[in-house]
């Protein structure tokens, strides 16, 4: 049933004037304020930041779901032309982004071109700048990406390469530029890959530095925001191909945003990926870029220790200690299986340097002499507990 609430049609007109005054709103939110005041519109607009008052939201929703909703199964035969279906789908999911049914109608609207993929875009971001944690934005914003993904591909010049493999050919280190959210173009063109247009190759790292900026922005909006940190991965795998570089990258740009969220699970997991990614491409790591993939995970290692002796009495760096010393361990293991069958010297100097059993006592040690000694008793707790995990299910 469509609303009667004729201040409906008034503030979905205030919101669609609102946008076509600044094309740029790059922030979304709602005012509290719980009734109105004087007569003026609740919607304000300011230094391209967007706001709703309080009191109004429920009767733009009404207004606005029911006309999308009518139209939608066919309940009003009367003609609503594309860009008003556009602007009715927009002021729903400002409000309430879990309608996956706005969603499709946009999906449709971008089939038909009515619709541009980089305006649905912005608009999604603008949601989650209000909803953070909203499942359908970010699984709407993948739809998006795969069509943005799609068309740069078929702009290359007859090239069959994803454009973000082209990071990977031989880069001295001294051309890493191993910051991703400041700069991604230099990054794409650093090979000299003339098969690809050169200005489809920027367009599409300036848009991957924006979604990075997305996702990070949402985890900054809401702790441990799992679809935020879900969408940057997604983004590694289908957007940069898993490009050792760009991993590179990531590891070191989320060093200092853990710092800042040490109880935050997400991050952490987010870094085990990058990690376990870059296991994988170990041979690639020594022979382009000069790096063991050991050294990386003796310093991330060192790097949670830090941290755990900084912050005591957080449990997600404990857990991710877990990790990292279990990675090295297996890695230290299979470096003395591959030795047994050399040489005797080399033998001894691996029993010396890279034993998994002292690794196993020094980590031992290196938790008694110092977080099991810290007077907070969460700390002492989780010291307890994680050499109780490497006496029972690292030691065999």
Same mark, same amino acid.
Request: net charge neutral; hydrophobic share 35%.
């Given at each position: 049933?469509?609303?009667?609430?004729?201040?409906?049609?008034?503030?979905?007109?205030?919101?669609?004037?609102?946008?076509?005054?600044?094309?740029?709103?790059?922030?979304?939110? =709602? /005012?509290?304020?719980? @009734?109105?005041?004087?007569?003026?519109?609740? &919607? !304000? %607009? +300011?230094?391209?930041?967007?706001?709703?008052?309080?009191?109004?939201?429920?009767?733009?929703?009404?207004?606005?779901?029911?006309?999308?909703?009518?139209?939608?199964?066919?309940?009003?035969?009367? =003609? /609503?032309?594309?860009? @008003?279906?556009?602007?009715?789908?927009?002021? &729903? !999911? %400002? +409000?309430?982004?879990?309608?996956?049914?706005?969603?499709?109608?946009?999906?449709?609207?971008?089939?038909?071109?009515?619709?541009?993929?980089?305006?649905?875009?912005?608009?999604?971001?603008?949601?989650?700048?209000?909803?953070?944690?909203?499942?359908?934005?970010?699984?709407?914003?993948?739809? +998006?990406?795969?069509?943005?993904?799609?068309?740069?591909?078929?702009?290359?010049?007859?090239?069959?390469?994803?454009?973000?493999?082209?990071?990977?050919?031989?880069?001295?280190?001294?051309?890493?530029?191993?910051?991703?959210?400041?700069?991604?173009?230099?990054?794409?063109?650093?090979?000299?890959?003339?098969?690809?247009?050169?200005?489809?190759?920027?367009?599409?790292?300036?848009?991957?530095?924006?979604?990075?900026?997305?996702?990070?922005?949402?985890?900054?909006?809401?702790?441990?925001?799992?679809?935020?940190?879900?969408?940057?991965?997604?983004?590694?795998?289908?957007?940069?191909?898993?490009?050792?570089?760009?991993?590179?990258?990531?590891?070191?740009?989320?060093?200092?945003?853990?710092?800042?969220?040490?109880?935050?699970?997400?991050?952490?997991?987010?870094?085990?990926?990058?990690?376990?990614?870059?296991?994988?491409?170990?041979?690639?790591?020594?022979?382009?870029?000069?790096?063991?993939?050991?050294?990386?995970?003796?310093?991330?290692?060192?790097?949670?220790?830090?941290?755990?002796?900084?912050?005591?009495?957080?449990?997600?760096?404990?857990?991710?200690?877990?990790?990292?010393?279990?990675?090295?361990?297996?890695?230290?293991?299979?470096?003395?299986?591959?030795?047994?069958?050399?040489?005797?010297?080399?033998?001894?100097?691996?029993?010396?340097?890279?034993?998994?059993?002292?690794?196993?006592?020094?980590?031992?040690?290196?938790?008694?002499?110092?977080?099991?000694?810290?007077?907070?008793?969460?700390?002492?707790?989780?010291?307890?507990?994680?050499?109780?995990?490497?006496?029972?299910?690292?030691?065999?």
């Amino acid at each position: 049933m469509a609303s009667n609430d004729k201040r409906g049609w008034r503030l979905f007109s205030d919101l669609n004037n609102a946008f076509r005054r600044d094309p740029e709103i790059n922030e979304f939110d =709602f /005012i509290p304020v719980l @009734e109105p005041k004087n007569n003026r519109s609740p &919607v !304000v %607009l +300011v230094d391209h930041k967007l706001g709703l008052e309080l009191w109004s939201v429920k009767i733009l929703f009404q207004y606005v779901y029911h006309t999308l909703m009518g139209w939608r199964n066919k309940k009003s035969y009367k =003609f /609503i032309d594309p860009q @008003e279906i556009a602007m009715l789908a927009r002021a &729903v !999911v %400002l +409000v309430n982004p879990e309608c996956y049914t706005a969603w499709n109608v946009r999906k449709e609207l971008i089939e038909s071109g009515d619709i541009l993929e980089l305006d649905d875009l912005r608009l999604s971001a603008l949601v989650l700048t209000k909803h953070p944690k909203s499942s359908e934005t970010f699984v709407h914003r993948r739809w +998006v990406l795969g069509r943005f993904i799609e068309n740069h591909l078929q702009s290359s010049q007859g090239s069959t390469k994803s454009t973000g493999s082209c990071v990977d050919g031989f880069i001295s280190m001294e051309a890493i530029d191993l910051n991703l959210e400041a700069s991604q173009n230099q990054l794409s063109l650093q090979n000299g890959d003339g098969s690809l247009n050169v200005s489809a190759v920027s367009d599409y790292h300036r848009q991957m530095k924006v979604e990075i900026d997305v996702c990070r922005c949402a985890a900054e909006k809401y702790p441990c925001n799992y679809y935020a940190w879900s969408q940057r991965i997604w983004l590694i795998q289908h957007c940069y191909n898993c490009s050792t570089q760009v991993l590179l990258s990531e590891l070191q740009v989320t060093e200092s945003w853990v710092e800042r969220h040490i109880s935050d699970t997400c991050g952490f997991h987010y870094r085990q990926f990058l990690l376990t990614t870059l296991f994988a491409q170990r041979d690639q790591l020594r022979d382009q870029f000069s790096m063991q993939y050991v050294a990386i995970m003796q310093k991330e290692h060192k790097f949670v220790q830090d941290l755990i002796s900084t912050y005591p009495g957080h449990e997600a760096m404990w857990n991710h200690r877990k990790y990292v010393f279990h990675s090295l361990h297996n890695l230290y293991c299979t470096e003395c299986r591959r030795d047994e069958g050399e040489n005797e010297s080399n033998l001894k100097k691996t029993r010396l340097e890279n034993d998994h059993h002292i690794l196993e006592q020094k980590e031992i040690d290196c938790v008694q002499q110092n977080e099991l000694k810290c007077k907070d008793i969460h700390q002492k707790r989780f010291a307890q507990n994680y050499i109780d995990w490497i006496q029972k299910t690292v030691i065999k």
